[in-house]
């Protein structure tokens, strides 16, 4: 039998929504990291509604933040284009096996993907006037990138930002402001596609979804404002920094949790 679904008031699911906004902003991200922590420990959402939620609520922020990026010239719009084409198919593949794998699994998959990207920023410290070579292979590696993001999206609720951003760094050589406006692009259909995957399977609360999402997008072009203030350095050192604080509250509570289990 599921859980009985939270109705957490306005002010906080608006509170949610204006952190998420402005982390994804000045990060490049949907904010789903941030996110589905916050609906799972502060509010009270089950895993599976708290990651189809995110997916949800990250939409609005991903197209105003895209937007603001893009006006500033800092969207590679063909990466986007083909990280994309591959969110789509992963965004399906994933919300199909949220509702499939143990809510144990899933934190447990989530706790594993931030410890991953917390290495990988300390790899990735860009240049600000590095641009993506493309070519057709690298379009195609861009298609996979996408599907394995959109699929790990589906399954933890994250926009994929989280992986995008480093990757687009480190394997494709983009700066960082480009890596974030790419990623925000891209990050929209894959968010339609796996909300509607999750409506379907009822894995999604979309009155929480609405309220986060509106706050995220009122709040998102101050994160793309601030982006372009501070160094590619310092932003992957207080990136890393906020998801390793996520981690370890996380992992705290697991131990928590399983010693009253036993």
């Given at each position: ?14 509170l949610a929504g204006a952190v998420t906004g402005l982390m994804s902003g000045l990060f490049g991200i949907g904010g789903g990291v941030l996110l ?10 089950p895993q599976r509604l708290a990651a189809g939620t995110s997916v949800a609520a990250i939409l609005p922020a991903g197209i105003v933040g895209g ?196």
């Open positions: 039998m599921n859980p009985p679904t939270p109705r957490p008031g306005f002010a906080s699911l608006a589905v922590p916050a609906l799972v420990m502060l509010l009270g959402f937007i603001a990026y893009g006006l500033q010239g800092n969207v590679d719009w063909i990466s986007a284009l083909a990280l994309a084409v591959g969110m789509v198919a992963g965004a399906q593949l994933g919300s199909w096996l949220l509702s499939r794998v143990s809510t144990r699994f899933l934190k447990g998959l989530f706790m594993v993907f931030l410890a991953a990207v917390v290495v990988s920023l300390w790899f990735a410290v860009p240049q600000r006037d590095a641009e993506i070579d493309l070519d057709v292979l690298t379009f195609v590696l861009l298609v996979v990138t996408g599907l394995a993001t959109g699929t790990l999206s589906g399954l933890v609720g994250v926009g994929g930002g989280v992986i995008v951003v480093p990757v687009l760094m480190f394997f494709y050589g983009a700066s960082d402001l480009v890596a974030k406006g790419t990623s925000l692009i891209m990050l929209i259909p894959g968010s339609v596609s796996g909300t509607l995957g999750n409506w379907k399977r009822k894995n999604v609360d979309l009155r929480a979804a609405l309220i986060i999402g509106i706050a995220a997008s009122v709040v998102s072009p101050l994160g793309t404002l601030c982006a372009g203030l501070i160094t590619p350095l310092w932003s992957n050192i207080a990136f890393s920094a906020l998801l390793l604080i996520i981690l370890v509250q996380m992992v705290v509570t697991s131990i928590r949790q399983g010693r009253r289990r036993d």
